[in-house]
Nanobody
Framework: QVQLVASGGGLVQAGGSLRLSCAAS????????MGWFRQAPGKEREFVAAMTCSGSNTYYADSVKGRFTVSRDNAKNTVYLQMNSLKPEETAVYYC?????????????????WGQGTQVTVSS
């Protein structure tokens, strides 16, 4: 079992950058595929990015390709989401999620563990 704590959200102007972090408890972090999702008010949760347990493969939603980068440090039990050139429509609560012994996935239902979310607000 793993517990996830997301942080790093905040208020940023359009075009700005933020780096989200997701710290995981437990000694088997390197066994988990990790994902980032977001949910804006009144909208469904949507996939943002994912990374395999080894970090060798990454996947992105088309809307964030070239601007967002997911990475992980297994020694620190942490996954990151670097977000550049942010847009106002990307205002949302951002969640990290973990998938035991799984690869990366864009489906929220494939993840068994979720962090509490961190608010990202992009002003125009």
């Amino acid at each position: 079992q793993v517990q996830l704590v997301a942080s790093g959200g905040g208020l940023v102007q359009a075009g700005g950058s933020l780096r989200l972090s997701c710290a995981a408890s437990g000694r088997t972090f390197s066994s988990y595929g990790m994902g980032w999702f977001r949910q804006a008010p009144g909208k469904e949760r949507e996939f943002v990015a994912a990374m395999t347990c080894s970090g060798s493969n990454t996947y992105y939603a088309d809307s964030v390709k070239g601007r967002f980068t997911v990475s992980r440090d297994n020694a620190k039990n942490t996954v990151y989401l670097q977000m550049n050139s942010l847009k106002p429509e990307e205002t949302a609560v951002y969640y990290c999620a973990a998938r035991l012994r799984g690869g990366a996935s864009y489906r929220a239902t494939d993840y068994g563990y979720w962090g509490q979310g961190t608010q990202v607000t992009v002003s125009s």
